[in-house]
Structures are given as structure tokens and as C-alpha cells.
């Protein structure tokens, strides 16, 4: 039968995990504060959301470990700056959040370089 296994998806899952905790440490780094890992709601879910300048930022993490199906921010196309920009609503209704400034970042990871897209795209509702 064609498509991943339950194995498979959980070796995806560890993988996304780990590149989203090495991406973390990276942000912290640049001066971030990491207030949630893998935000989950209906609409979808938000890798990394931070603090950072007076923003609020919801970040998505992006790993290919070669350049064989592109470069790994050119994932984050329209589709799914649109579910990263309603989950990222769906986050600020749920806490109560509003007047805050708010941004969406795009860490890049191929290989083991890791790259920092600030306001890598506007909110698309």
C-alpha cells in the first residue's frame, strides 16, 4: 500500500521536532524568547511562537536535508502562510491577545545551516 507508514510518520515527527528545537536554540540566541513549541488549534499549527523587539512572532520551521526539492523556506507558499496566519489568529483570540505587533519569521534549515527570514510574509486571511 502506497504512502507512509505509521513508522514513517513518527520518524518524520522526531525529525520535525528535533529541527524545530535546533531552530529554537538558534532564535534564543538572536535574542528571542520561546513561549510555545508545535501550537496546535483547528485551523492548523505554528511551529515556533516567540517574543522578540516588541513583536510577537510566529515562526515557522522549515528542514531539507539537501536542496533536491528546493530550498527549504520555498515550502512555505501561499496555502500555507494562509493556515500559519489563521492559526496564528486563532492563538491570539484564544489568549486574549490584540494591540500587540505581530510578524511571521521562517527558519530555514538545510543541512545544518540555519537561516532567519524576519517578516518573511504578511498575515493572509
Known amino acids: 500500500m502506497a504512502g507512509d507508514t505509521g513508522r514513517e510518520r513518527k520518524n518524520?515527527?522526531?525529525?520535525?521536532s528535533?529541527?524545530?528545537r535546533l531552530a529554537g536554540a538558534y532564535?534564543?540566541?538572536e535574542g528571542y524568547e520561546i513561549l510555545e513549541y508545535n501550537y496546535r488549534c483547528k485551523t492548523g499549527e505554528i511551529d515556533i511562537i516567540a517574543r522578540?523587539?516588541?513583536y510577537l512572532v510566529f515562526c515557522e520551521v522549515k528542514y531539507r536535508a539537501s536542496d533536491k526539492k528546493g530550498h527549504p523556506?520555498?515550502?512555505v507558499n501561499?496555502?500555507?502562510q494562509r493556515t500559519i496566519s489563521k492559526s496564528a489568529l486563532c492563538y491570539m483570540t484564544v489568549n486574549g491577545i490584540d494591540e500587540v505587533p505581530c510578524r511571521f519569521d521562517v527558519v530555514s534549515i538545510e543541512n545544518h545551516e540555519?537561516?532567519?527570514y524576519r517578516n518573511a510574509?504578511?498575515?493572509t486571511g
Open 121 to 123: 510574509f504578511d498575515y
Open 18 to 20: 528535533h529541527y524545530e
Open 78 to 80: 501561499p496555502a500555507k
Open 114 to 116: 540555519v537561516i532567519l
Open 52 to 54: 522578540e523587539a516588541g
Open 73 to 75: 523556506a520555498e515550502a
Open 27 to 29: 532564535l534564543e540566541q
Open 12 to 16: 518524520n515527527r522526531e525529525t520535525g
